[in-house]
């Protein structure tokens, strides 16, 4: 199963934001990897409430930056260890 990136480009712009923010936070942080990373999130089954993830406190909005990035599976686009973001879309 390939991973998928298709998202709308109103996400894509959430995606970009959400990037900026987390990649400003860590200087380190690789900027290709990190949105490659939230857009598998999002696009391979677990999408989030973007507009929220992005608007959260920096406590939460950590939890989940980080925790998607812990715990994706860059060969599926799914997350592991049972990890669920706090800003995952209610189904």
Known sequence: MAVKFKVTPEDRKLL???TARYCGR???ADWTDAEMDFTACHAN???LNL???FAAEDFDFLHD???IRDHIDRTTGQL???FHPRFARKE
């Open 65 to 67: 930056a980080c925790g």
């Open 45 to 47: 089954g677990t999408p």
């Open 80 to 82: 592991t260890d049972h």
């Open 26 to 28: 860590f200087t380190e």
């Open 51 to 53: 507009t929220a993830f």
């Open 16 to 18: 970009v934001a959400i």
